[in-house]
């Protein structure tokens, strides 16, 4: 089972800033099949990153995906108010397996 | 409009049993996984199992097997998460969810609004 580690915990930063968050796995994630994930509180998670770097639908380009093997990051380029949320990464497969890391707390400063 | 609406909130006493269900309407129900999340109060997310409604093929984590059971009726376009015997750590928000892509384990891209299990004496 592969398991991730995203960091750090939480990251506290102001509107206009830029944020970036890791998620390392435990083992190589095939074919880069590794998500993010949005929540807010009360809302259920919302999918912003797929393959690593696709955006999904209607997701704002501020919102990037990168990495491959074990290490991925997501960046949010300059910080809007709304974007203050916890963020998850996951792994999937054809398993079908899936796997979502502690999550990453983003508090404005 | 694609979606996914899940049961209501439950409040149940330990050792008793419930099913919860999540109906999926727009799309084709059989042609796509359905998994389930927990989020148990103030914590992460927690894959718990998936099922493929079309010929009702079931995996679960590790952490989960033999503590649920995932089941998939097509006819109604519904799939639903049950116990047997409740316990008071089961109190969480559970989640379903549906794969970006038809026959294939991808992403989740539409969620249940999350069904809210409270167990307690």
């Known amino acids: 089972e592969i398991v991730l580690t995203q960091s750090p915990g939480t990251l506290s930063l102001s509107p206009g800033e830029r944020a970036t968050l890791s998620c390392r796995a435990s083992q190589s994630v095939s074919s880069s099949y590794l998500a993010w994930y949005q929540q807010k509180p009360g809302q259920a998670p919302r999918l912003l990153i797929y393959g690593a770097s696709s955006r999904a639908t209607g997701i704002p380009d501020r919102f990037s995906g990168s990495g491959s093997g074990t290490d991925f990051t997501l960046t949010i380029s300059r910080l809007e108010p709304e974007d203050f949320a916890v963020y998850y990464c996951q792994q999937y497969g054809s398993s079908p397996e899936y796997t979502f890391g502690q999550g990453t707390k983003l508090e404005i400063k | 409009e694609v979606q996914l609406v899940q049961s209501g909130a439950e409040v149940k006493k330990p050792g008793e049993s419930l099913k919860i269900s999540c109906k999926g309407s727009g799309y084709s129900f059989t042609s796509y996984w359905i998994g389930w999340v927990r989020q148990m109060p103030g914590k992460g997310l927690e894959w718990m199992g998936i099922i493929y409604p079309g010929d009702s093929d079931t995996r679960y984590s590790p952490s989960f097997q033999g503590q649920v059971t995932i089941s998939a009726d097509k006819s109604i376009s519904t799939a639903y998460l049950q116990w047997s015997s409740l316990k008071a750590s089961d109190t969480a928000m559970y989640y379903c969810?549906?794969?970006?892509?038809?026959?294939?384990?991808?992403?989740?891209?539409?969620w249940g609004q999350g069904t809210m299990v409270t167990v307690s004496s």
């Open positions: 969810a549906r794969p970006q892509l038809r026959y294939f384990p991808d992403a989740f891209d539409i």
